[in-house]
């Protein structure tokens, strides 16, 4: 009785599951082997090697069946001590990697940015929802963390309505080279989502992830 050809037959019969599937096959590899110890020939028993390697292949077996049942508990254990993280920040105000701006009763959430290097200059574009260009404005170079705090008025002077816009910063060096800038933006957090398959935080009508969180106040 071969017992390798065996569970592969129970292997693709019956169960459905991955753990299904794995039990079955755990019950059926004991079954097969009492069977085989039981049935074989007293004058020409089973070469030892075999009877080893067998073996062997059953303990790596049981080895998987509790190596998915840990993953599968750490897994869950991860995802909670996530949700109850998400849940401490609802309430406050947070600034995140961002590039969101937000204008409402409260006021305009300032523009905060970080160069690692110096810069020759650094310009700040304000676009509305529909994508278009409200304000621009060239700031002195520097390197370091720096901050922009919009008026709500466009490159006309005519102030803007409250509401949702984005930003941009763009830096150059001495050569006018471009160079990487991180944005970022402050909110209120008013709720948490779940729909992605992780928490994720609703800062004035945004979805940010807790690793993009940097202050929380």
Do not use: C
């Not at 790596?60 to 599968?72: A, D, F, H, P, T």
């Not at 937000?102 to 006021?107: A, F, H, L, T, V």
């Amino acid at each position: 009785m071969d017992i390798t050809s065996a569970m592969g037959t129970a292997r693709n019969s019956g169960a459905t599951t991955a753990e299904e599937r794995a039990s079955v096959e755990k019950e059926g590899f004991l079954k097969l082997l009492v069977a085989q110890l039981s049935n074989q020939d007293p004058m020409q028993p089973q070469e030892s090697e075999k009877f080893v390697q067998q073996l062997t292949n059953f303990s790596m077996l049981e080895q998987m069946m509790n190596l998915n049942k840990g993953v599968g508990q750490l897994s869950i254990g991860q995802i909670s001590n996530n949700t109850q993280e998400a849940i401490r920040f609802v309430g406050r105000d947070v600034v995140a990697k961002g590039s969101g701006l937000m204008w409402d009763e409260q006021g305009i959430s300032p523009v905060r940015y970080n160069l690692q290097d110096d810069a020759e200059s650094v310009t700040i574009s304000i676009y509305d929802e529909n994508g278009e260009l409200v304000r621009q404005a060239t700031l002195d170079g520097r390197s370091g963390p720096g901050e922009f705090q919009w008026d709500g008025t466009d490159d006309e002077g005519q102030q803007r309505e409250q509401g949702r816009y984005s930003v941009t910063v763009d830096a150059v060096d001495a050569e006018g080279e471009a160079m990487p800038v991180d944005t970022y933006v402050r909110g209120h957090v008013d709720g948490i989502r779940f729909d992605s398959g992780y928490p994720e935080l609703l800062v004035d009508g945004r979805r940010l992830r807790m690793s993009d969180i940097t202050e929380v106040h």
